[in-house]
């Protein structure tokens, strides 16, 4: 096992504890931070494979952004609480399903015959800026107007009350 | 092998996803599990973009759209929580039941 | 080299990143007690060692030496986390600049993208603390603070892509020597003013320490923490400091080129040029206002920062 494997490996085991505790506890606070080192854990495994664009874009976005969103919004519904609680519903059933998901996508994963990955581009962030402007131009505008729009969306929701 | 592994953790991650999708009663919690349930997807668009041509680098780009897409999702969705919150002063989702369906 | 050797040497790596991050704080703290004494005709401590330069470690042992406090009823993982989630990131971000070409920790592609992105971690933390202090100041405090850092993290990144689309790349290594012989100050100067001043903002220096200003919330988000845990916060400020003057030396000053000295030198004078502005700067200016802070972000800088990038993408067509 060579230390990229064992890296893989150890990100994975974070991810997968910090996913876990983050579903099952009871403490919304702790299930925001545990998400954040899950997304913490994630973002290195994209840069174990070789994609170390999207790792970094990961924790800006992600971590520097989507959980800082959670917390505030956390903070602004706890409504005096100090530890705001989330109960967890059905965990029985809910159990089965996703344990059947998981069997289900296990068992496509190690049936198939997957080809060996190909060598891993010279110039990766080159080729993603290419791909980006030439091949997928029409998905990068589109996403900057979803962007746009959601913005607009988001404060016009939260504003709208207040008049 | 790398590939292997990283489409076995996504497969573990995104069952641990549904299980809090399908749990949780708080309207944040559930944003959390959709947002493992998301990046759980993400790691297996990373994973296969080394497979079929790399030169392409379609499954980053797919990749970076989708974490775009999240941080929308998550924007509106959290305005969502709040304006109810406010109208409902509750944020469990088996509360907002007004038009029963 | 065989793995468990790997994993022992990335630890004494972090060790004696870490070691040398809090000796940069405490040349740093005393730099600056120097300078603001100097500034306001005094001459500053000169009690502690000659010319009061122990000042720093005598501060420090005192610190780790005080009781560990923490209010009853604050989370007490939030609160345990907060300062080390404010701290590290300020530490990792040091981990791309390039002291002198060859001299850097790791040379990462996306180098330049890695240094604005580890610092929103910080965001994180400072909700934590606030949050976690159970105290209506710390709560403000942390929230105004992580107001303050996402606005100004914007412009900043918009003035970072100017920079990058004229060197072509994002490594750090790369922008040190595509600048040769000409700064990009000189080719970008808006850009520079942009940076320089949200970096201001995003170290919570003054004029925009709201969020620690004695006068109005006692001291923001770090009021309940004493002891080690304060000293935390206190090497985030400063260790951000050190970073981003660092940083703006390596993508605006050419970091670590010039004739005679060793690139290291050149780097540290250059920075430490950026850090005695950024110390000048503190004990002329009077700070904002929460209102005025955030109105500068988005009425002032956002538009400047996205004009400028447009500007420089045109003068750049036009000349290439």
């Known amino acids: ?163 | 092998m790398m590939t292997t592994a990283a489409l076995t953790l996504s497969a573990v991650l995104f069952a641990i996803g549904v299980f809090g999708v399908l749990t949780r009663r708080n309207a944040i919690s559930l944003l959390v599990s959709v947002e493992i349930v998301m990046n759980a997807a993400t790691i297996n668009l990373v994973a296969f973009s080394r497979i079929h041509e790399p030169e392409a680098m379609t499954g980053q780009v797919f990749a970076l759209l989708g974490i775009g897409i999240a941080a929308c999702e998550a924007a509106v969705g959290l305005a969502l929580i709040l304006a109810v919150y406010r109208r409902f002063g509750s944020t469990d989702v088996d509360t907002i039941d007004l038009l029963r369906g | 080299m065989s793995l468990p050797w790997t994993f022992a040497l990335g630890l004494l790596l972090g060790a004696v990143a870490f070691t040398m991050v809090g000796a940069l704080t405490a040349v740093l703290v005393l730099a600056e007690r120097k300078v603001s004494a100097r500034i306001q005709m005094r001459v500053g401590p000169m009690h502690t060692g000659p010319h009061g330069m122990l000042q720093t470690i005598a501060d420090m042992v005192k610190l780790v030496m005080k009781e560990d406090v923490r209010p009853a009823r604050a989370d007490a993982v939030a609160f345990r986390l907060g300062p080390l989630l404010v701290a590290v990131p300020a530490i990792l971000s040091l981990a791309v600049v390039p002291f002198g070409a060859p001299l850097v920790m790791r040379d990462l592609n996306v180098g330049v993208l890695y240094f604005l992105a580890v610092p929103g971690v910080t965001v994180v933390g400072l909700l934590l603390a606030g949050w976690a202090s159970y105290d209506n100041y710390s709560f403000l405090g942390g929230l105004r603070s992580s107001a303050q850092f996402i606005s100004y993290e914007i412009p900043r990144s918009l003035a970072v892509v100017t920079v990058v689309m004229l060197a072509g790349s994002l490594s750090t290594v790369d922008v040190v020597e595509a600048q040769g012989r000409v700064p990009y100050v000189l080719l970008l100067p808006l850009s520079f003013f942009i940076y320089a001043i949200t970096s201001l903002a995003e170290v919570n220096r003054v004029p925009f320490d709201i969020p620690e200003a004695e006068s109005e919330l006692v001291a923001g988000y770090h009021t309940e923490y004493s002891g080690f845990r304060w000293a935390l916060f206190f090497l985030a400020e400063y260790a951000g400091l050190f970073a981003a003057s660092a940083f703006g030396a390596v993508l605006f000053l050419g970091g670590g080129s010039g004739p005679l000295l060793p690139p290291v030198v050149w780097l540290l004078l250059k920075t430490g040029a950026l850090v005695f502005v950024s110390m000048w700067i503190r004990f002329t200016l009077p700070r904002f206002r929460a209102d005025q802070l955030m109105r500068l972000a988005w009425r002032v800088f956002l538009p400047l920062a996205l004009v400028n990038l447009v500007v420089a993408a045109l003068v750049m067509r036009a000349v290439a």
């Open chain 1, 1 to 163: 096992m060579d230390t990229q494997e064992v890296l893989f490996v150890a990100f994975g085991g974070v991810a997968v504890l910090g996913a876990l505790y983050a579903v099952a506890t009871r403490s919304l606070l702790r299930a925001i931070v545990a998400l954040g080192a899950f997304l913490t854990a994630i973002a290195g495994e994209f840069y174990l494979l070789a994609a170390d664009f999207i790792a970094v874009v990961q924790i800006f976005v992600y971590v520097g952004g989507i959980v800082v969103l959670m917390l505030f919004a956390l903070m602004l519904s706890a409504s005096g609480k100090r530890h705001p609680l989330a109960a967890v519903d059905r965990p029985a059933l809910g159990a089965v399903l996703a344990y059947a998901v998981g069997a289900g996508l296990l068992w496509a994963t190690w049936s198939t015959e997957l080809p060996a990955a190909g060598p891993d581009p010279a110039d990766a962030l080159g080729s993603l800026g290419r791909a980006l402007l030439g091949a997928q131009l029409w998905p990068f505008e589109l996403i900057g107007l979803i962007l746009l729009a959601s913005v607009i969306a988001a404060l016009s929701i939260v504003r709208g009350e207040r008049q």
